[in-house]
């Protein structure tokens, strides 16, 4: 939210929409420090509101269910690629398939990748 001085008392501007639900999928723990740095770069603007499992509270629901409602609420999956695909990450792609949900896959640099 945006903070101004108001001398003439009225409220500050606030924004008109909320921001979009950002879904980051990718192996943990291979892939730590990019899902933090790419946390951290979605975190630098207000239109953006990420979701990563490692810096999100645990749940009640059991965790393959939560995770999964999240990114059929998400309205961006960001998919980072790297050596190998988990069961759980193609879960999550294949989630965002068939919620048509808009799929940003990033490949990351690798030497090799498995055929997941």
């Excluded at 998919?79 to 965002?96: C, K, M, Q, S």
Aim: glycine share 4%; proline share 9%; with cysteine.
């Amino acid at each position: 939210m945006v903070e101004t001085n108001h001398t003439d008392g009225s409220p500050p501007m606030r924004p008109g929409e909320r921001p979009l639900l950002v879904f980051i999928s990718s192996v943990i723990p291979e892939l730590t420090r990019e899902r933090a740095e790419v946390v951290e770069v979605l975190d630098r603007y207000e239109l953006f509101l990420p979701w990563a499992f490692e810096f999100t509270p645990g749940s009640s629901e059991p965790v393959d269910c939560s995770y999964l409602s999240k990114v059929r609420e998400a309205d961006i999956v960001i998919w980072l690629a790297g050596v190998d695909t988990t069961e759980p990450v193609r879960n999550e792609i294949r989630e965002a398939l068939a919620s048509n949900k808009r799929l940003w896959a990033i490949k990351l640099p690798a030497k090799e990748r498995t055929q997941a």
